[in-house]
């Protein structure tokens, strides 16, 4: 077990270096820099001041040292500061992170709630006209591109028939639970539906996988009502894996909540990076994406390591 | 009593069996025809445009969004451009983008797979390490930053970034780049279990180079599981694709695309609804046919698996 746990975490160690340089790298390619930013809201510097300027910041060194200059200054807690936001990196993140939790945990908890029951019917009757009917319905939930069902969302509810504002956080000047929550709505509702179509399958997949194994037949031996079995045995078996893996494909969830963010501007992590990307706001968007790609590698493993120590089948070794 | 009860249940599964069976086929089938169609439509998109005698570059401000007319079946959208053939336009760019680079993604996974299954040891693990490090990554976030960087930065030529097509091939390489690990583990796993098959161990007994052995010997009989995998990465593919244009990083206006017409729709949506039907609903059917086409593969190229 503690070799598997030290090779996986090394593993993962070695990516997030890896891709922290990657992603340095490729924040330094994206369009202008920083000093050309500066001489484009003021004309009176020549080019000989933006030269002088970027030797100062070490723009003209080799990409390696300056990521060298980059990592040395975020290990000492230096994240840098957001040119759109005016304000530290990690300030500004803070109430994004919080925002994009609230969305995600709530959506997270109803999807499950639907698509745990959802799976569970059809895969009591695997091949009836239900288990169809589902299936279809979450094949078509994973067909549909998620920013077209937010839209289609937006016009019904907003658009047409008014009851719930189309984006934002809150209205300017009321805010307050009530209102927070209203704006809240619509974001949560279009990403449990994207969620419950993908989570419907792997409830369906591993009800159906447990309801092979030896103890289910033996509670149906003893007798136990059909009832009993589902809701006891089955159940209970097949949500651990589920709920865990769910719950640990944070690269897709967080896909999700990205998409869904954008369309409903609602200020969470996801729109921050896309918004930081848009707007050349070099250092929050390193600093969105490296965070969103530790999350991720971090979720990884804890889903490697849940799925080995609830399932002894797995060797660890 | 007993025999009844078995006979009973056995012929229930039966047709259910039967019935699972044939629905999948039919929808499989169905899929391939509305592919096809769509593939015809779209190749025709210039002479359709030319047949209605228009031009999809041009904006005609005396017809915003006009609904519905004969002389534009599905109307006009924001800027006057007939709605029909942009759709058609839109079309080749998301089956141009889908199936390009899910046979990129199919052919670097291949390669890796194989490369790591046959010669196993230090390049395997080397190999498949890097697949998982793949795999765990975020990978809408990372699109988007590829998307966004500047190529003359890499060296490209002005003149030549600034040419349309070249946000169609940036995101083809793309999505390629993070879409071949689900072939390279296939591949993998073929490998290692066809390398230990009489017929592959008499070919390296009588001396053939491992190349050989890889090229005639193992990859036609690994290629069943890596064409369903394919089929199916194609609406994952497009649907990306879509999300990225739609955000405005993916294919670049005027050049119509599903998702940068949505992005244009979406700023119509309380006067003009329709334009935001029409894109939605072919990237939807079309990744929906994709799916149903691969699952359809799926049953037909292994008839021993018997699917949930």
Do not use: C
């Amino acid at each position: 077990m503690s070799g598997f746990l030290i090779q996986r975490l090394s593993q993962s160690a070695i990516v997030i270096v890896i891709m922290s340089f990657v992603i340095y790298t490729l924040i330094g390619l994206m369009p202008g820099d920083p000093i050309d930013i500066m001489i484009a809201s003021d004309p009176k510097l020549t080019p000989e001041d933006a030269a002088r300027l970027k030797a100062l910041y070490g723009l003209n060194l080799p990409i390696v040292e300056r990521y060298w200059n980059w990592l040395s200054a975020a290990l000492d807690g230096d994240l840098g500061f957001s040119r759109t936001h005016n304000e530290p990196v990690l300030t500004v993140m803070g109430p994004h992170l919080a925002r994009t939790l609230l969305l995600m945990g709530l959506s997270f908890v109803l999807s499950v709630l639907i698509a745990i029951p959802l799976g569970v019917w059809a895969a009591a009757r695997p091949y009836s006209f239900r288990d169809y009917a589902v299936n279809l319905l979450s094949l078509a939930g994973r067909s549909a591109p998620s920013f077209w069902l937010a839209l289609i969302l937006i016009f019904v509810f907003s658009v047409w028939l008014g009851w719930l504002p189309a984006g934002g956080l809150e209205t300017i000047g009321k805010g307050g639970f009530w209102d927070r929550l209203q704006y809240l709505i619509l974001p949560v509702l279009s990403l449990t539906l994207l969620n419950v179509a993908g989570f419907t399958r792997f409830v369906r997949a591993e009800t159906m996988f447990v309801l092979r194994q030896d103890f289910i037949r033996t509670a149906r031996a003893k007798g136990l009502s059909e009832r009993s079995v589902m809701m006891g045995h089955a159940l209970r078996n097949a949500m651990i894996p589920v709920v865990t893996i769910i719950a640990l494909d944070f690269g897709t969830l967080f896909s999700g909540a990205l998409i869904t963010e954008t369309v409903f501007a609602y200020p969470g992590m996801g729109k921050m990076i896309f918004d930081s990307i848009l707007t050349n706001d070099y250092n929050l968007a390193l600093v969105g994406l490296l965070f969103a790609t530790f999350i991720t590698l971090v979720a990884n493993v804890g889903a490697d390591i849940t799925y080995a120590v609830l399932d002894p089948r797995i060797s660890l070794s | 009593m007993t025999d009844r009860v078995v006979a009973w249940a056995s012929r229930r599964e039966i047709r259910r069996r039967r019935l699972h069976r044939f629905m999948r086929h039919r929808l499989a089938a169905a899929s391939a025809i509305i592919l096809g169609m769509l593939f015809l439509a779209s190749a025709f998109a210039p002479l359709v445009e030319r047949l209605m005698g228009i031009d999809i570059r041009d904006v005609d401000l005396h017809a915003l969004q006009q609904g519905p007319s004969a002389a534009h079946p599905l109307g006009t959208d924001e800027l006057g451009r007939d709605l029909l053939v942009r759709l058609l336009y839109g079309g080749q760019i998301s089956l141009l983008v889908g199936l390009v680079a899910a046979i990129f993604s199919a052919v670097i996974g291949s390669f890796i797979g194989i490369l790591a299954g046959y010669f196993g040891g230090r390049l395997d693990s080397l190999l498949m390490r890097v697949t998982d490090g793949v795999i765990a990554l975020p990978i809408l976030p990372l699109l988007i930053i590829f998307a966004a960087v500047d190529l003359t930065k890499l060296g490209f030529q002005a003149s030549g970034v600034d040419d349309g097509d070249i946000s169609l091939y940036r995101i083809i390489f793309i999505t390629a780049m993070f879409g071949w690990t689900g072939v390279a583990r296939l591949m993998r796993g073929a490998t290692l279990s066809l390398k230990e098959r009489e017929f592959v161990r008499a070919a390296i007994a009588m001396g053939a180079s491992p190349w050989r052995v890889m090229r005639v010997h193992i990859l036609p009989n690994a290629v069943s599981p890596v064409i369903v995998a394919t089929t199916l990465s194609v609406g994952g593919i497009i649907l990306f694709e879509s999300i990225l244009s739609f955000l405005g990083l993916g294919i670049q206006p005027p050049i119509p695309s599903w998702g940068n017409m949505l992005n244009g729709a979406q700023e119509q949506l309380s006067n003009a609804p329709l334009l935001m039907i029409w894109p939605g609903l072919m990237i939807f059917i079309t990744v929906l046919a994709f799916n149903f086409l691969g699952d359809g593969l799926q049953d037909a190229l292994d008839p021993r698996a018997l699917n949930d």
